[in-house]
């Protein structure tokens, strides 16, 4: 088992940035592939970015290319999302997750492990 926690959020202006973190503990051993996800009030969670466990290749959704940025740092069990440029449509909970599948997992049930989530909030 590994658990996931989510830190860094918060409320920030349009065009501000954010750094989100996300600590693994537990079984932390195994080779993960990883991914930020969103939801918003009414609307399906949503892949925001995905990285595989040797942070060779990445995948970001359309509407945050350019934008945000995700890395890890595997000695530490982090696993981070720098956001920049925010927009009032980024607001969101945001959750990490976690998958033993190897390279960049994009489909949402294909993570095993999840975190709480933490609230990002951009006012314009």
């Known amino acids: 088992q590994v658990q996931l926690v989510e830190s860094g959020g918060g409320l920030v202006q349009a065009g501000g940035s954010l750094r989100l973190s996300c600590t693994a503990s537990?079984?932390?051993?195994?080779?993960?592939?990883m991914g930020w996800f969103r939801q918003a009030p009414g609307k399906l969670r949503e892949l925001v970015a995905a990285?595989?466990?040797?942070?060779?290749?990445?995948y970001y959704a359309d509407s945050v290319k350019g934008r945000f940025t995700i890395s890890r740092i595997n000695a530490k069990n982090t696993l981070y999302l720098q956001m920049n440029s925010l927009k009032p449509e980024d607001t969101a909970v945001y959750y990490c997750?976690?998958?033993?599948?190897?390279?960049?997992?994009?489909?949402?049930?294909?993570?095993?492990?999840w975190g709480q989530g933490t609230q990002v909030t951009v006012s314009s």
């Open positions: 537990g079984r932390t051993s195994s080779r993960y592939a």
């Open positions: 997750a976690a998958t033993t599948k190897s390279g960049v997992i994009i489909r949402r049930d294909e993570y095993d492990y």
């Open positions: 990285i595989n466990w040797m942070s060779s290749a990445t």
